[in-house]
């Protein structure tokens, strides 16, 4: 089964600097979408950002960007120019496609989220 | 604003009594999900729906009860719930189940306190 594991469970950054976020996955599959979700205080989750595992290059939006790499399957999250309104939980979260071999198309799985602080 | 709503914001119930909870959505997507969102737990996949019918429960004990009248409206009709169940549910909708690439749209949720 997949797994995907966010090892911190809280982060401080001050404004305007860069944080990343960190994120690993345990899968035997190739094909797969990564995302990360932000929830800010207002509860409602919102997507950040999206990967296809078979695209090599890194997503990006805007002041987020990613390091995916997927031998070490690992999914961090960079944050540029921290503002105020970053300040959210984040969750990395996993799903497969189900056009692996053998495989199944699951649902999203989620990591247990990092709670990302903002000073100014 | 995702364009999912959940209502109510805020809920509190005793262990016997009886509250539904509502999601409407409008994107005119055809799946929808419940989860359980508790503290330092990742979140929990409930109950799917595809075009208003049932496709996945994920080992869900009977005291939750989900209705999807319509591809719009999602209900979850809880009932004798244990403390344990005091956590925040979410809703969210894609476009349909079976597409990996989907992006989840998520209400703001309902906290739920079981007392």
């Known amino acids: 089964a997949q797994t995907v594991t966010q090892s911190q469970p809280e982060m401080s950054v001050q404004e305007a600097e860069t944080v990343t976020l960190s994120c690993t996955y345990d899968?035997?599959?190739?094909?797969?979408?990564l995302f990360w979700y932000k929830q800010p205080p207002s509860r409602q989750m919102i997507l950040v950002i999206r990967q296809e595992a078979y695209k090599q290059q890194n997503a990006t939006e805007n002041r987020f960007s990613v390091n995916f790499q997927k031998a070490a399957k690992s999914f961090s999250l960079k944050i540029s120019d921290s503002q105020l309104g970053d300040a959210a939980m984040y969750f990395c979260a996993y799903r497969s496609t189900g056009r692996n071999y053998g495989g199944s198309q699951g649902n999203l799985i989620f990591g247990k989220g990092t709670k990302l602080s903002v000073k100014p | 604003e995702t364009g999912v709503t959940q209502t109510p914001r805020h809920l509190v119930m005793g262990m016997t009594n009886k509250k539904s909870l509502k999601c409407e959505q409008h994107l005119g997507h055809n799946a929808m999900y419940w989860y359980k969102q508790s503290a330092k737990k990742p979140l929990e996949l409930m109950f799917v729906?595809?075009?208003?019918?049932?496709?996945e429960n994920n080992s869900v004990p009977s005291r939750f009860s989900p209705e999807c009248p319509n591809s719009s409206h999602l209900f979850l009709h809880l009932h004798t719930l244990q403390p344990e169940d005091s956590a925040l549910y979410l809703c969210?909708?894609?476009?349909?189940?079976?597409?990996?690439?989907?992006?989840?749209?998520f209400g703001a949720g309902t906290r739920l306190s079981v007392l």
């Open positions: 899968t035997s599959e190739s094909d797969y979408y």
């Open positions: 969210a909708s894609t476009p349909g189940q079976r597409v990996a690439k989907n992006i989840q749209y």
């Open positions: 729906y595809n075009f208003k019918e049932q496709t």
